[in-house]
């Protein structure tokens, strides 16, 4: 039977009638030995070998195509590439060992197919084996036994170490285990990463607008910062901050447009300031202010009316009618005029008109109705011709006499005073009519009485109780009234009132001394001689007095004053009640110090040291903590100078002022180890980088950092400095600590 990849009509035609091969052709079949992996190079490395079989007729000639896929060909998988042989392959023998390598990503399986030079996938076919074979069911071999790759990344602190499959490693680099199968192939590749560091430098470039907010920092000044602080894995951590701080921009425009303007995209048709927000060339927010006055064209109408021709805009008009000119106006906006001219050689006009006894017109008095003309001229010089018709109407007068006690109405109004009145009416003529009323008021008699009493009063047979004013109406000889007014007050009203105070009060209506609240009554005989009496509402507030202890390690945060106290003793905060009275907090406090013990240790090898027993093999800035008998935190430093084979040394005192010359700066010394100081960088204890150098040699206190920022000396204080070294070997290295300055 044929395979799947047999070629039966191939061989059907090479077969004679006694079964014998026609053609002599060969019989190849390969097998996939191992796929090893390169971890420098990132190649696989496939070693086969191909075979041609006893019972081939043929010898397989050179340049043999053996083709290799990610995957099955027959599904879609990609061709890796093409091996081409360089031997003939005898029948009965095989070329061993051969390799192939290459790069791919995501390798699941490798399929092997010989005898073909197909660069993409699919079913295959006859056409698609170069050499003539007798059999192609074996051309193709799969394989799943490929590398697997790990990679594992460690940090450790200097002087620590990591462990891996019975390795020890302390450095830091890069390192390769591999573990092989059974057949000897590759079977497992760990990639190892190995961060040994008693400081992690971590530089951070970041480019932002306006201010930048950094390990609880506002920073709105571009610059370098550091921030120094413990990692993970309990190491030093300084992290630097290349800030660059772009602000944001505004920019004014004053435009004038008529009727509309458009800007940005958005058309305004209305004078006013607006506003447009976009971004800048450095990303940050532009706003851009648009000062608009917007004008507005104009359309003016004239009516003239004139009796000869009409002079008008560079034009003589003869004819009645209505006319346009465009022009500009003050705000270069288009403007139209409009005429509406009317020429007339006559003007006539008549008018209708009525008066009261007599009419004044064009300067005459008209006392009798009649027809009258007047000619005249107008304001634009034409004859005028006006004819009245006039009707004149007379007026009426009638007078009365009146006489009352009090107001009267008259004509809808009320009149309370003798005298003469007139009332102006119209006739049925549409005349004045003048009434004239002669009035005699008889006004009513008035008294007024004030009386005092102390509880009730009876007048006039009236009983009267309450304060106030009381009206009691009578008549006069001559029938009118007679009023009088009492005014009632009564003095034996009590009063009350209310008072607070703080712990006592003395009060003036009895002189007592009172320290708690109460209802207090006191009667008396007022200055009218009534009973009276005065009740007072007392309210007692009591001040307050808190007495507090406290004890603390350092400092001591007192909430009820937001203040931070350092020193133990006696503290007074004076305060006042929600009713205003005072209050006071006495706080006793007791302030326990924290320790910091220092070691400075210079040495040449290993260093074991006495406080934690701890054996060091670099040079750094250990500590250890521990809590006081008072409960605080203590502090033991180890700053550790370790002199390695390189002989590089630095200083960690330096005196500006010192007469020896080469105490008067900080630089780093060598026996000849350096071949350049790199950069070397000084830090304030905030991080701040005060000053640098890079690129001079070592041993020349002349190119080191003399204890000054901006040309000024600075305060004695502890620096760190951080080094970047090129050695005469060729390494480059790090190396880092601290500088104390003294006067």
């Given at each position: ?26 019989s ?17 490395l ?42 003939k ?32 996938s ?16 074996d ?8 590398p ?8 450790i ?10 390795s ?11 573990l ?9 590749y760990?990639?190892?990463f ?27 000044q571009?610059?370098?910062y550091?921030?120094?602080?413990l ?5 030093d ?12 921009t ?20 209305q ?9 800048n ?30 002079s ?26 409009i005429?509406?001219?009317?020429i007339?050689?006559?003007?006539q ?9 007599q ?7 008209y ?21 009245l ?17 009090a107001?009267?109405?008259?004509n ?48 006039l047979?009236r009983?009267?109780d309450?304060?106030?004013?009381y ?23 009590p009063s009350?009132m ?22 207090i009554?006191?009667k008396?005989?007022?200055?009218y001689?009534?009973?009276?009496s ?26 009820e004053t937001?203040k ?38 210079i ?10 027993q ?7 800035n ?18 550790l ?61 002349n ?11 600075v305060?004695?204080a ?26």
């Amino acid at each position: 039977m044929n395979g799947k990849y047999n070629n039966f009509y191939q061989q059907e035609s090479l077969l004679d009638s006694n079964g014998m091969y026609k053609v002599p052709a060969a019989s190849l079949t390969g097998a996939i030995q191992c796929i090893n992996y390169d971890p420098l190079t990132d190649e696989y490395l496939v070693i086969f070998d191909v075979y041609n079989r006893n019972d081939a007729s043929a010898i397989a000639d050179t340049n043999l195509a053996i083709s290799f896929y990610n995957g099955d060909p027959t599904n879609g998988a990609a061709l890796i590439g093409i091996y081409y042989s360089n031997k003939k392959i005898y029948r009965g023998d095989s070329l061993k060992n051969l390799e192939f390598r290459f790069s791919a990503k995501n390798i699941k399986d490798v399929f092997m197919v010989v005898n073909t030079v197909r660069n993409n996938s699919g079913n295959f076919n006859d056409g698609d084996f170069i050499q003539k074979e007798c059999d192609y069911t074996d051309n193709i071999f799969r394989t799943i036994d490929l590398p697997k790759i790990d990679t594992i990344h460690a940090a450790i602190c200097k002087g620590n170490q990591f462990v891996f499959q019975d390795s020890i490693y302390t450095e830091s680099g890069k390192y390769i285990q591999k573990l092989k199968n059974t057949k000897g192939c590759d079977s497992i590749y760990f990639r190892i990463f190995i961060t040994a560091t008693d400081s992690v430098f971590v530089n951070q470039k970041i480019a932002t607008c306006d201010a930048f907010v950094w390990n609880g920092k506002n920073i709105s000044q571009s610059g370098v910062y550091q921030f120094d602080t413990l990692n993970r894995f309990g190491c030093d951590s300084i992290t630097t901050l290349d800030l660059t701080i772009h602000k944001s921009t505004q920019s004014n425009t004053k435009q004038t447009a008529c009727n509309r303007y458009t800007w940005n995209g958005t058309e305004y048709t209305q004078s006013g300031i607006y506003q447009y927000k976009t971004t800048n060339a450095v990303a940050c927010d532009s706003i851009a202010i648009l000062d608009l006055q917007i004008h507005f064209s104009d359309t003016v109408v004239q009516k003239i009316s004139t009796c000869n021709p009409y002079s008008w805009n560079g034009r003589t008009l003869t004819q009645s009618g209505i006319y346009q000119f465009d022009t500009i106006n003050q705000f270069n906006c288009d403007s139209v005029i409009i005429l509406n001219l009317q020429i007339t050689a006559l003007i006539q006009s008549r008018e209708n008109q009525s008066a009261c006894d007599q009419y004044f017109w064009n300067g005459k008095v008209y006392t009798n109705s009649g027809t009258y003309d007047y000619l005249t001229k107008n304001a634009l010089g034409c004859d005028s011709m006006i004819t009245l018709d006039l009707k004149i109407n007379r007026s009426d007068s009638v007078f009365t006499a009146q006489t009352s006690c009090a107001a009267i109405d008259w004509n809808g109004k009320n009149y309370t005073q003798s005298g003469r009145y007139f009332q102006e009416t119209k006739n049925i003529k549409g005349c004045d009519s003048i009434t004239t009323l002669d009035l005699t008021i008889i006004p009513p008699k008035e008294n007024f009485i004030n009386k005092d009493i102390c509880d009730s009063i009876t007048i006039l047979g009236r009983k009267i109780d309450r304060a106030g004013r009381y009206d009691f109406r009578l008549a006069d000889v001559n029938g009118c009234d007679s009023v009088l007014h009492y005014d009632i007050a009564i003095r034996s009203n009590p009063s009350n009132m209310k008072l607070s105070a703080c712990d006592s009060l003395r009060w003036n209506g009895n002189g007592k001394v009172y320290t708690n609240s109460t209802l207090i009554t006191e009667k008396f005989n007022n200055q009218y001689g009534c009973d009276s009496s005065i009740t007072l509402d007392l309210h007692i507030a009591k001040s307050k007095e808190i007495f507090l202890e406290a004890s603390a390690c350092k400092e001591y945060f007192w909430p009820e004053t937001q203040k931070i106290l350092t020193q133990s003793g006696d503290y007074l905060h004076l305060l006042q009640t929600a009713e205003q009275c005072d209050s006071a907090i006495h706080l006793k406090l007791t302030i326990h110090p924290e320790y910091y013990d220092t070691d400075t240790i210079i040495s040449n090898k290993k260093y074991t040291w006495p406080v934690n027993q701890i054996t060091y093999d670099s040079s750094g800035n250990y500590f250890i903590k521990f809590i006081s008998k008072d409960q605080c935190d203590s502090i033991h430093y180890l700053h550790l100078t370790i002199i390695k084979e390189n002989n590089i040394f630095y200083p960690n005192v330096i005196h500006p002022n010192s007469q020896i010359k080469q105490n008067t700066a900080f630089t780093i010394f060598d026996n000849g180890a350096i071949k350049s100081i790199e950069r070397l960088r000084i830090y304030d204890r905030w991080g701040e980088l005060i000053w640098q150098r890079e690129n001079f040699p070592s041993n020349d206190v002349n190119n080191g950092w003399d204890g000054t920022f901006r040309d000024k000396a600075v305060n004695p204080a502890v620096f760190v400095w951080v080094a970047d070294l090129l050695l005469t070997d060729g390494r480059k290295i790090t190396e880092k600590g601290d500088v104390t300055v003294v006067e």
